[in-house]
């Protein structure tokens, strides 16, 4: 039963860990560029105003 706490404790403390680590990256990307706002934010407005490419017309090419 010990170890069963040990090892539940160990979990929930690199669990806190990384969410530490993951808000301090955050918090540096945003302090490294405020002008541009969030990484997040800015791939979503890229992924919507690029059209999709379209793929080439072979009729032009006298495909047979």
């Known amino acids: 039963m010990k170890h069963v706490l040990s090892l539940y404790l160990l979990g929930t403390v690199l669990t806190l860990l ?3 680590v993951r808000l301090m990256e955050s918090l540096g990307g945003i ?3 405020p002008l541009s706002g969030s990484p997040w934010i800015l791939r979503g407005q890229l992924a919507s105003t690029e059209p999709p490419e ?4 072979h009729s032009s090419r006298g495909v047979q």
Do not use: A
Not at 54 to 57: E, F, G, N
């Open 31 to 33: 302090l490294e560029s």
């Open 54 to 57: 379209s793929l080439p017309d």
């Open 18 to 20: 990384s969410i530490f």
